[in-house]
């Protein structure tokens, strides 16, 4: 049997570590909130769920499932009851199940949501393609492969994006002008993107695909990050 590489290691404070990246997954000083401030808010989802009867968010690296699993936190307590939110997400190295519940850990009302999704997810991953896993109202479509081939691919339009494969500097291959053409293309009229990354050359590529952009306060101690809208 081919052996696995490892791909991830803990920090002192429990942070998962892609190693091949050389990057936190999620912030060091606490995912949730920064998952909440630069995809959510940034996004204006709050207001959004509570109006819509359905809605598309897409996210460049599902990694831990962490933005997945608030953004249904919060939908669950806001959308409308018959609301369906449908979530696609790229990955080209998924986690496996216990990573991503070692992950989990420290937000144990998180953990309970992605239970449903397990038995779904361990069967999917490691396969190219797209695969939509389901439950309630909720259907997680996983593209695992590299999102350069898969974005193209979409079905589909987004009215949400979360940009958040990495910083660009670790990891330029998701930020790439073909890539965010790509993410334009496939982004409703009216439908946006967030990411915390609010490098000059960034927001111009993503102004070169067509999105209005504009640079806000960012998480935490980060002065910046960057929003956009298709108009
Ligand atoms: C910052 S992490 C995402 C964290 C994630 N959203 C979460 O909530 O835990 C970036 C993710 O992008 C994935 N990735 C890196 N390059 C990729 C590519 N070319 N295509 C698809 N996914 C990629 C990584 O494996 C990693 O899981």
């Given at each position: 049997m081919e052996k696995k590489e490892k791909n991830i290691e803990w920090d002192e404070n429990g942070t998962p570590i892609a190693l091949r990246?050389?990057?936190?997954?999620?912030?060091?000083?606490?995912?949730?909130?920064?998952?909440n401030h630069v995809f959510i808010q940034g996004n204006d989802l709050i207001t959004r769920f509570e109006?819509?009867?359905?809605?598309?968010?897409?996210e460049l690296g599902f990694g831990t499932?962490?933005?997945f699993l608030e953004t249904l936190n919060l939908w669950k307590k806001i959308a409308q009851k018959e609301a369906k939110l449908f979530y696609t997400s790229f990955e080209l190295y998924p986690l496996d199940i216990?990573?991503?519940q070692k992950a989990l850990v420290p937000w144990p009302d998180l953990a309970k949501y992605f239970q449903p999704f397990e038995e779904q997810y361990a069967q999917q991953t490691g396969l190219p393609g797209f695969y939509e896993l389901?439950?309630?109202n909720v259907t997680l479509c996983l593209a695992i492969g590299?999102?350069?081939q898969l974005v193209p691919k979409m079905t589909n339009k987004a009215d949400a994006w979360y940009l958040d494969g990495f910083s660009p500097a670790k990891n330029p291959e998701l930020w790439n002008e073909a890539l965010m053409k790509a993410v334009y293309e496939k982004t409703s009229k009216g439908g946006t993107f967030a990411t915390y990354s609010a490098a000059g050359w960034v927001?111009?590529?993503l102004e070169e695909a067509g999105f209005q952009v504009e640079r806000i306060?960012?998480?935490?101690?980060?002065?910046?990050?960057?929003?956009g809208k298709k108009l």
């Open positions: 990246f050389d990057d936190p997954y999620y912030s060091k000083r606490d995912g949730r909130a920064e998952s109006k819509t009867e359905s809605l598309h968010t897409a499932g962490l933005n216990a990573d991503i389901s439950h309630e590299d999102a350069n927001r111009k590529m306060k960012g998480f935490a101690a980060k002065k910046h990050m960057s929003i």
